[in-house]
């Protein structure tokens, strides 16, 4: 009898052994849960001074995304940035709102992403037109999209409505100012 249960008792340890996944793979044929694991963060940003690529560094850290730089195809310089002179670039830029400056190449693999934060400098109480170019150059459909910003003195708030206004198929998501 005790030769029984010694049995018994070894084949109930084997079959609670064998049903624990081994660490790690505890939802590999979980269908719901490999979504989740596979849905990646995007942070796409345009830095003209350096300091919004700082603050996308904090951010893709934060959420453990990548990166993508959206790049003008001509660079901007200091004088282009001159806010003051009415003849700058960016100062043109931004008071032709159909303004699309072209940016070098394109985010081939934004399908892999669901979500993605843009992030600028705020220029003019808005975005920089640069981003519209970037946005009009990719389908963002099926992506929740995020928006920061850096700013001197102006929030996220017009620069976020006037993306949601200007692009209303997306599904808009949060922002924030990172000064």
């Not at 996308?56 to 004088?79: G, H, M, R, S, W």
């Not at 992030?119 to 459909?141: K, M, Q, R």
Request: hydrophobic share 35%; net charge neutral.
């Amino acid at each position: 009898m005790k030769y029984i249960t010694s049995i018994i008792a070894a084949c109930c340890l084997m079959m609670t052994a064998c049903a624990q996944s081994p660490k790690g793979t505890e939802n590999q044929n979980n269908p719901q849960t490999n979504q989740k694991e596979m849905k990646k963060t995007l942070i796409v940003y345009f830095s003209a001074t350096g300091n919004t690529k700082a603050a996308a560094q904090k951010l893709a850290k934060e959420f453990n995304a990548d990166l993508y730089e959206i790049t003008p195809e001509v660079p901007y310089t200091a004088a282009d940035l001159n806010w003051r002179d009415k003849k700058s670039r960016s100062t043109l830029e931004m008071t032709d709102k159909s303004s699309r400056p072209a940016i070098k190449g394109k985010c081939e693999n934004i399908a892999d992403y669901e979500t993605v934060w843009i992030g600028f400098p705020v220029w003019w109480y808005t975005a920089p037109t640069i981003v519209n170019t970037f946005i009009e150059a990719h389908d963002l459909s099926g992506k929740v999209l995020n928006v920061f910003a850096t700013s001197g003195g102006s929030t996220v708030d017009g620069s976020y409505n006037d993306l949601k206004n200007a692009y209303p198929q997306y599904t808009w998501g949060e922002s924030r100012l990172m000064n």
